[in-house]
């Protein structure tokens, strides 16, 4: 993954860092030009998860657009519970198969929120190989694809079989982008 990170690969999302920045800095426009006040932390946190939609999912979230918060995947639920699941790690396997039988809302809610992650990372991936599907093997439409990571491990073989990632292996990366 390093050639991920390389500066030419970096430059090359910069249209998808623009496209989000563009929505930005018209909404805060907006703002200005109806002497508004808007929560700054509220409007960048809505960019961040649209850029972060386009560079690992292929797509943006559209919570800028909507104003919607509650469009962003529930990062922050899955986070807790991978925390708190893993920082007992003898008993990682025994916590993920009672814990979700527990009687607390909280809780069941942080269960709801991996589900949905993993739910989403799927229809992603799901999404982005019809798209790739329908280009087919033309090497010249490949190449002229997304350059977000999504794609690239669709794309990606092994370097002595050839083979190409399952989908159920890309379901498990794009959920560990969360």
């Known amino acids: 993954m390093s050639h991920s990170f390389s500066m030419n690969y970096i430059k090359g999302l910069e249209k998808y860092l623009d496209l989000n920045m563009a929505i930005l800095i018209r909404k805060i426009s907006q703002y200005a030009a109806n002497d508004q006040a808007f929560d700054l932390k509220r409007a960048l946190h809505l960019y961040v998860v649209d850029v972060l ?39 990682t396997f025994t916590l993920k198969r009672w814990l979700p039988l527990a009687p ?36 010249e439409a490949v190449a002229a694809q997304r350059k977000d990571i999504l794609t690239n491990l669709i794309l990606a073989r092994h370097p002595d079989t050839g083979e190409r990632l399952t989908q159920a292996d890309l379901e498990t990366e794009a959920f560990g982008f969360m």
């Open 104 to 139: 607390y809302e909280p809780l069941r809610r942080l269960f709801a929120g991996r589900a949905a992650c993993a739910d989403l990372a799927a229809r992603c991936v799901e999404k982005r190989l019809q798209d790739l599907e329908k280009v087919g093997d033309d090497a």
């Open 53 to 91: 939609g386009e560079l690992a999912f292929s797509q943006s979230f559209g919570v800028q657009e909507a104003d919607d918060e509650e469009m962003a995947p529930p990062v922050k639920e899955h986070s807790l519970l991978s925390a708190a699941t893993g920082a007992w790690p003898a008993m």
